[in-house]
């Protein structure tokens, strides 16, 4: 809330601001919720999104491999198809205990955290896919993060063909896994 306040000073300086998995602060992470608001907020720069590739060889946004489907159950994005994943309503929770921690020893950024916890935890959605996701930042920059499961080829053929379809020129690729992005 205190960056919004301040945006205006922000319009036309050299500070480029990221927002990593969206807008996921105020929205679950790479949702199309999250994007959207990304894209309409002002001072946002680029927008982050985490790509995952399905056992059907499709690209969806997801930080994590593994989402939670019901109580102690869960399944993992690199084991579903994409179909199977679009039949899931999926639920947000957050490390509790991590938050719990950060807000011990940094109580201004803390009640960012707390906010996030309690308005967003048991939230359902959707996955997205990685088209749906681009679609939605409409004109703003975009930094890829490439996660990659020992599926390089397969993964990099999708991203290939996906990536035919748009303006790469303001989307940025990244990944921790440097050979796989080299490729």
């Known amino acids: 809330k205190s960056i919004e306040s301040f945006d205006k000073n922000f319009i036309d300086d050299d500070f480029f601001f990221f927002f ?28 982050e999104l985490d790509v995952r590739l399905t056992k059907d060889r499709k690209l969806v946004l997801s930080h994590n491999n593994s989402h939670i489907i019901g109580y ?7 084991s579903e198809t994409l179909d199977s994943l679009n039949n899931y309503n999926f639920y947000y ?35 997205c896919t990685l088209s749906e996701g681009l679609k939605a930042c409409g004109n703003k920059k975009v930094i890829l993060d490439l996660k990659f499961r020992k599926n390089t080829k397969e993964y990099v053929d999708s991203l290939l063909e996906e990536m035919e379809k748009f303006d790469t020129s303001n989307i940025i690729f990244q990944s921790s896994d440097l050979l796989s992005l080299m490729y």
């Open 20 to 47: 990593y998995r969206s807008f996921s602060s105020k929205e679950i992470e790479n949702t199309t919720n999250s994007i959207t608001l990304a894209k309409n907020t002002k001072y946002i720069d680029y927008i």
């Open 72 to 78: 102690h159950s869960k399944i993992f994005i690199s």
């Open 93 to 127: 929770l957050n490390d509790s205990w991590k938050t719990n921690i950060d807000n011990m020893f940094n109580t201004k950024d803390g009640d960012l955290a707390t906010s996030r916890a309690s308005n967003l935890d048991s939230e359902n959605y959707k996955i």
